[in-house]
């Protein structure tokens, strides 16, 4: 997922695996450590710095077939924040006390409602999650990654209209009704460390 390279030399572009955090535990461990329900669709809503102080957690709370999971760090941000029924709010620090990362909840839900990002990309496409987006408004990169996402991860443009509205079951439906893409090498951190490694050695 890059772009604007035209004016470099082509034989000095390496192009990297994914660069991606991946769970190491089962969906059904990550699950019952948190005490998420065994058997529910769960969709993330994972939103990072980005703020959703005008999202009402409310309209999401009479979604068929599936159970909403946020963060207490995105549910304070949002009104009608809290657990309910259909929303479960998790505290973020009692995850990564519980020995949990992010990467392990996403590895717990059939999918993540985001806005594009390549960190969460990635990492769904790492962990086998369907990815949700809606338009994040004027991003450099947004274009590059909408355009590179499907050959990585299942992924479904929700309108901003729906997304507010909680008109999210369609979306949903049709998501992971997709056939999922060729699981993609992650270990880009990995090839980055030993080229750069091999580098050094050839400076020495």
């Known amino acids: 997922m890059w772009g604007g390279f035209a004016q470099f030399d082509p034989s000095r572009i390496i192009d990297l695996p994914l660069v991606a955090r991946r769970s190491n535990r089962g969906r059904n461990d990550v699950r019952q450590a948190l005490g998420l329900p065994p058997d529910d669709r769960l969709v993330l809503l994972s939103f990072g710095g980005f703020g959703l102080s005008n999202f009402d957690l409310g309209a999401l709370a009479r979604l068929p077939g599936?159970?909403?999971?946020?963060?207490?760090?995105?549910?304070?941000r949002a009104r009608g924040g809290g657990a309910t029924d259909e929303i479960i709010e998790l505290d973020e620090h009692a995850l990564y006390r519980a020995g949990m990362r992010y990467e392990d909840l996403v590895a717990a839900c059939e999918a993540v409602a985001t806005k594009p990002g390549y960190g969460i990309i990635a990492e769904c496409a790492a962990n086998g999650a369907g990815l949700l987006y809606t338009s994040r408004g004027h991003f450099a990169e947004y274009d590059v990654l909408v355009e590179a996402?499907?050959?990585y991860v299942r992924s479904r443009f929700i309108p901003q209209a729906d997304f507010h509205a909680g008109r999210w079951a369609p979306h949903l439906e049709a998501l992971v009704a997709m056939q999922a893409?060729?699981?993609p090498r992650v270990d880009g951190a990995e090839v980055a460390a030993e080229l750069l490694v091999r580098?050094?050695?050839?400076?020495?």
Do not use: E, F, I
Request: hydrophobic share 30%.
């Open 66 to 76: 599936w159970r909403v999971v946020s963060t207490g760090q995105v549910g304070a």
């Open 199 to 204: 580098q050094v050695g050839r400076r020495q």
């Open 149 to 151: 996402m499907p050959r």
């Open 181 to 183: 893409p060729t699981r």
